[in-house]
């Protein structure tokens, strides 16, 4: 016969393998669902030129933790888009990262392969419809230490101007927190940006 203590120990475990499989089988959605959303999305033709994003980083319980704005500049050359993106943070951080990233066609299907100075290897994904989804891992600088996450990156086109950025961030598996972001481009982000990147 079991104790409560007993009990309530194999219940915790139950609890953990339960919220564990339902994070790995969150994380396996079929792209097709996404193959007539319009405005389709490229990647290439969406952030050539000037973009301005607004951006906010939760923990796993939704909390606000930070807040950000990027100006973005992507520029295509030999098949490939570099994006050189600034970054500042409301607690004064300023931070830069450029993306080299190449579009390979392979059986009617494009797939993205990006690399930049913070990333571990390279990104990789594909587009379906209006929806990018792409995973890498990143370093991120959390309290003066360098720990390495993993990105589950997800953008929605809109409109011809306007982007979702919905990003899942995970350790060891486990979520730890959401990045969103909303990108402006063309005669959206031209009224409004650049933005201010000197103090917040």
């Not at 990156?153 to 909303?182: H, M, P």
Request: aromatic residues 14%; charged residues 25%; contains cysteine.
């Amino acid at each position: 016969m079991f104790s409560t203590r007993d009990l309530v120990s194999k219940l915790k475990v139950f609890l953990i393998f339960i919220f564990i499989f339902s994070l790995s089988a969150c994380s396996k959605i079929d792209m097709k669902q996404f193959e007539n959303n319009t405005p389709k999305l490229d990647l290439f033709s969406f952030f050539e030129g000037e973009t301005i994003a607004y951006g906010i980083f939760e923990d796993r319980f939704g909390n606000l933790k930070r807040q950000f704005r990027v100006n973005i500049s992507g520029k295509i050359k030999n098949q490939t888009l570099s994006l050189d993106e600034d970054f500042l943070y409301d607690d004064g951080e300023q931070a830069n990262r450029v993306w080299t990233i190449k579009k390979i066609t392979d059986k009617n299907k494009v797939i993205y392969k990006g690399q930049a100075d913070d990333i571990e290897g390279k990104a990789s994904g594909s587009i379906s419809g209006n929806t990018l989804n792409w995973s890498y891992d990143i370093y991120l600088n959390i309290k003066g230490s360098n720990i390495k996450v993993h990105f589950n990156d997800w953008i929605y086109k809109q409109s011809e101007n306007l982007a979702i950025n919905r990003a899942y961030v995970s350790k060891f598996g486990i979520n730890i927190g959401s990045v969103t972001l909303v990108f402006l481009r063309g005669e959206t982000a031209a009224q409004i940006g650049p933005l201010n990147l000197k103090s917040w």
